[in-house]
Each structure stands twice: as structure tokens, then as C-alpha cells.
């Protein structure tokens, strides 16, 4: 052990905020009115984060809908980094004349999110420990309470005295097999690799990359635009560029494909002040272990002047896998897809985009968060009012997503422009049930749609023309079930298959009745009834005939992993005479 320069630290007043406002000058930002108080022994705050005061919230949304979603439905998190600086400055109220030597023990439970609110009341709870008089250090207990929970959200160690104590040694190997990062720190932002906005971009120069650990520099922000009371407040710590310890080992975590959030810390130590803004400090992380969901890394940061400035050991990262799809989208959600091509084996249906999309190919994504992605703040009620039935839930929203995309891939190749982001695109039903656009913004002509689910997949398409989907499983049926929906004609066809075919035929032959209800509007209640099938070749087509309208409906059909699938769409020459309902922008 050894100690460095004295640390000093805020004021002895229990709310420096409240005599600091005259001046804007040297205010704690995070403290609030106190709640209860023991000279020396204890001290609660509430500190109530609002979207109008904590501008940095805006650079830490989950969610990426720029101009279509107010910040409140885009799900600003208190960054971790942040919650240190809270429970600190609560903590200092503690100890007047002592300065912030660092943090132990900090566990985070849960995330700290406005969730469609713009303001949420936090408490602060710090009490004294311990104190050590032959390290001159007081510990003291911290915790952040969400209001209405029981449980602490953050909770730890803060620790304070008046000379810097340095404990910790990590030793760093050098880097094996050591590559360059491909892309700029520049790039990783505004390729939005990492989503955070500028307050949070502390990323600068090159990163280095090896099989155990990663080394970048990080450049010292001014906090002027943290806060909307005050430009100068008086940090403690540097939360915004703390963050960016989780930036980088979030990028070493991508190079192994997984997505990385930390989730708390053995013991950080600082030695000096923080340097003055516009500095840049290099950094170093080593990859200690691995344990489960959890990645642990050392780390250290220097003070830009060749000094050490502090020191982390078993920083935690939740380490988890999403499927590239999904990553691409959460990263550029007006560039990428998340549903896929259904797998019809030609291109009948000339002008349709016809997708699919299932539980799987979505991982451990939330579908929270998803449904924040891709629906209006118009359907975002419709989605959380089938929560009450989960998998209704599940499929509602799989069918929508699969929707969604398939608008706009279809969009995209009419105007050969990039995609529109979801959430610019309201879905509605008509009296009857039938999916349509309701919102497309800078299209004067929608596509119409269609969207089927079963169990864990959906299929959707976009069409300039009618047009219908359906998906079934493929299993056994009963004579009673045949009986009811095929005619003589229809089950002498069945009976001509042979038997080792036949509940495919089946399946087949009710999902293209239900395509073709849905393509003519006559709904799906009584299609099987209205519908009779004239042919069904061995491969995908089937033809069946409206039976009040004498209409014939081509239908192809694909199977997938037990599941057929149908799309009937207007024919071409039909659509000929509709050219101006193509899509055009306005």
C-alpha cells in the first residue's frame, strides 16, 4: 500500500447544490431534498431523475427512433457509471473535508429506466461503516432505491479520506495476437457499433484487440451538456467517461460475438484528479475470466501525463449472444431486417415480398424492447393490452415485425432508397379483421398486406395488389375435421396422393383456402366453405375456385421445419391495370 497526493473533497454542507445555485457553480447534481439525516452516521436523499434535468439520458436510449418516439418510449437507462457518481456525492454529505478515493463491492440488480415516464424518484441511502484510521479511509454503505421497489436497484462501497490509497496491482500481459480495430473510434459511433449519444462517446484514437484484452485511449469530456441547471457541475468521479470502460470491453466481447453490459465491480481506485477536459488517457483491459454469463476484466487508466489515474478490478460485463440479424437492426434499425425470405422455391409472385419470422430467430432478444423498436406509439397500447395472454402477445408481435419489414423491403425496392424505420409505419385492421397501412410516411400509394401466425412463426407480405398469407403446422386429421371443410371432389384429390402425403396435401389445401379468403376479403370464417380446390400439383401450386364468383386463385405453398405456408396474390396481368398504385414518393 501506498498514498499518493491529498484528496479533497465537496464542502460540509448537507445540500451544496442549494448554496451553490446562485453562482452555477460547483453544484453535486445528483442530490436532492433530504429525507433523513444523522450528522456523521446516516443520510437519505431523493433524487428524482427527470428526462427536462438529466440531458444525458438522451445519449443512453436503448431504443433508436430518432424524430418518431418521444424519449420517454425509447427507454433511457441510467448508465451504472452514473449511479457510482449518485452514491457518491450521497455519501460525501457523509464526510466533509474527505475526497473520493473509490468504490467496492457495487452490485447492480436491475436496470434504472424511464419507462414511458418522464420522471422517476430514486432514494439514496448512505450510512458510515467503518472507518480505518491506519489507511485514513471511511467506508460507507451506499444503495439507490427505486421508488415503489423493495429491493435496491444499485448497491456498494463508497470510499473516502483525505490522501489517495493505492491497493491494488493488476499486472497486464502483453497483448497476444494483437490486431487493430477496423474501425475508427468515429466510425463506432456513428455506425452506432456502441449506441451511446455524444455525452457518452469517449472512445478516441485506435484500439488494439488481443485474445485477453483490449487497449484504447479515452478523451476527458467537458460535463457542461450533462445537466440542464448547470454547466458546471461538480463530479466526483467521471461517469460519462467511466462508461467507456464498458464500451471497450463491449467491443472485445463483439469480437467473440456477444453483447456485453456491465453489471457492477470488485474494487475501482482513483489516485489523482480528473484531468482536464479535452485530455486523452490511454487505457488497458485484461480479460481475467469468464463465468457463466459474467466476463470479469482489470482495467487501468492513465492520467494522460504518463501517471496512472485509477485502477478497476473484476469489472462485471452480462455477456449474452443475439442473433446477428438482430444486432444489425438494433444497431441501424432503418438499414436491417429482422424477419427473413419464406422459402417459396421460384419467384411466383412477381411485386410481393413475402417474409417470415420465428421466436428462434430472435435469441434472447426482448420482445419489449422489440415491440419499442418496431411499433408506433399508436399500436405500443395494443401490444401491452395482450400481455395478458402471453403467447397472443408473442404472435401479435412476431406477425407485425414479419409485416413490418416486408413494407418496407417493399418500399425500399419501389423508391431504391433505404428502408424506413419501423416505427414510422402504423399497421391497423379494417371492420373485418384485414391488416392494412394505415401510416407510411412520404408514399402516396401503401402496399396492402397480409400476416399469418402459428405457434412461434409468422409470415407476412407486402403486395401493390390483393393478397392473402396463411401458416399452418402440418399433422393429422380427422375424418370429422376433412369432412367439414373439403368437398367430394376435393377429398377423391386427397385419396389420389399417396397416403404417405396426404396430411401434407391436407395441411396444403386449408392454407391455400385461407390465402385465398384473405385475398378476396371474404375473411377466413366459413373460406374453407366458399373455396373449392380444381388441382394441387405435387410440388407447390394449388389451384382452388371462389365458389360465388367462379373466380380461379393460383396458390403456392412451401414447407419449412413442419409448417406450410401459402400466398396467393392478384395476378399479373390483373395488376397491369393498377400500375399507379405503386408507391411514390411525395
Not at 453535486?28 to 444525458?56: A, M, N, Q, W
Not at 431486417?337 to 409472385?349: E, G, I, N, R
Not at 419501423?422 to 397480409?450: E, H, M, W, Y
Request: hydrophobic letters at 45%; charged letters at 20%; glycine letters at 8%.
Amino acid at each position: 500500500m501506498y498514498t499518493e497526493s491529498s484528496a479533497t473533497g465537496p464542502s460540509s454542507a448537507i445540500n451544496p447544490r442549494v448554496e451553490a445555485q446562485s453562482e452555477d457553480h460547483g453544484i453535486l447534481p445528483f442530490l436532492g431534498p433530504v429525507l433523513d439525516y444523522t450528522p456523521g452516521k446516516t443520510i437519505t436523499i431523493e433524487r428524482r431523475l427527470s428526462l427536462d434535468e438529466d440531458l444525458y439520458l438522451a445519449d443512453h436510449a436503448f431504443v433508436h427512433a430518432p424524430g418518431l418516439k418521444p424519449l420517454a418510449a425509447c427507454l433511457p437507462v441510467l448508465p451504472l457509471t452514473m449511479s457510482l457518481e449518485a452514491m457518491a456525492e450521497v455519501a460525501a454529505c457523509l464526510v466533509p473535508g474527505c475526497g473520493l478515493l473509490g468504490f467496492e463491492e457495487i452490485k447492480a440488480a436491475r436496470w434504472i429506466e424511464l419507462t414511458d415516464t418522464e420522471v422517476l424518484a430514486l432514494q439514496i441511502t448512505a450510512h458510515v461503516d467503518r472507518h480505518d484510521a491506519g489507511r485514513g479511509t471511511t467506508f460507507l454503505r451506499v444503495a439507490i432505491q427505486i421508488e415503489g421497489q423493495a429491493q435496491p436497484a444499485v448497491s456498494g462501497a463508497v470510499l473516502f479520506g483525505c490522501r489517495y490509497v493505492a491497493e491494488l496491482c493488476p499486472t497486464f500481459n502483453e497483448l497476444s495476437a494483437a490486431h487493430r480495430h477496423p474501425l475508427s473510434a468515429e466510425q463506432i459511433y456513428s455506425e452506432r457499433h456502441m449506441f451511446h449519444g455524444p455525452c457518452f462517446q469517449g472512445l478516441a484514437g485506435e484500439i488494439i484487440i488481443g485474445d485477453q484484452g483490449i487497449a484504447g485511449e479515452f478523451v476527458v469530456r467537458s460535463p457542461e451538456a450533462l445537466f440542464r441547471s448547470t454547466r458546471y457541475p461538480q463530479l466526483l468521479a467521471d461517469p460519462a467517461l467511466l462508461d467507456a470502460v464498458g464500451q471497450l470491453i463491449g467491443i472485445f466481447a463483439a469480437e467473440h460475438g456477444r453483447t456485453a453490459f456491465p453489471i457492477g465491480l470488485k474494487k475501482l481506485e482513483i489516485y489523482s484528479p480528473t484531468p482536464p477536459p479535452g485530455t486523452r488517457v490511454p487505457a488497458r483491459v485484461e480479460i481475467t475470466r469468464s463465468e457463466g454469463m459474467i466476463l470479469y476484466a482489470n482495467v487501468e487508466i492513465e492520467n494522460g501525463a504518463g501517471a496512472v489515474w485509477m485502477r478497476i478490478a473484476d469489472w462485471g460485463s452480462w455477456k449474452f449472444r443475439w442473433e446477428q440479424r438482430v444486432a444489425d437492426f438494433r444497431r441501424l434499425p432503418d438499414k436491417y431486417l429482422v424477419a427473413k425470405p419464406a422459402p417459396f422455391s421460384d419467384d411466383p409472385h412477381p411485386g410481393a415480398v413475402i417474409l417470415q419470422l420465428t421466436a428462434g430467430d430472435l435469441g434472447n432478444f426482448d420482445l419489449g424492447m422489440l415491440a419499442r423498436y418496431f411499433l408506433s406509439m399508436e399500436e405500443m397500447p395494443i401490444f401491452q393490452n395482450h400481455a395478458r395472454v402471453p403467447e397472443r402477445q408473442r404472435q401479435w408481435l412476431l406477425g407485425r415485425v414479419a409485416a413490418k419489414d416486408a413494407v418496407r423491403l417493399w418500399v425500399a425496392g419501389q423508391d431504391r432508397l433505404n428502408m424506413l424505420h419501423p416505427a414510422a409505419i402504423t399497421l391497423s385492421n379494417d371492420v373485418k379483421g384485414r391488416p392494412f397501412v394505415k401510416a407510411l410516411p412520404g408514399c402516396a400509394k401503401a402496399p396492402q398486406v397480409s400476416i399469418a401466425h402459428c405457434e412461434d412463426r409468422a409470415i407476412a407480405t407486402a403486395h401493390y395488389g390483393e393478397v392473402g398469407v396463411d401458416i399452418e403446422r402440418i399433422s393429422a386429421r380427422d375424418a370429422s375435421f376433412i369432412d367439414a371443410f373439403t368437398t367430394p371432389h376435393e377429398r377423391a384429390l386427397i385419396e389420389s396422393f399417396p397416403e404417405t402425403e396426404r396430411h401434407r396435401l391436407i395441411t396444403r389445401i386449408w392454407c391455400a383456402k385461407e390465402a385465398a379468403g384473405k385475398l378476396l376479403g371474404t375473411g377466413v370464417d366459413g373460406a374453407a366453405q366458399q373455396f373449392e380446390t380444381l388441382r394441387a400439383s405435387a410440388g407447390s401450386h394449388i389451384e382452388v375456385m371462389h365458389k360465388p364468383s367462379a373466380r380461379p386463385i393460383i396458390v403456392r405453398t412451401a414447407e419449412e421445419s413442419g409448417f406450410i405456408m401459402a400466398c396467393a396474390t392478384t395476378p399479373a396481368a390483373e395488376l397491369a391495370d393498377n400500375a399507379n398504385r405503386v408507391c411514390g414518393r411525395v
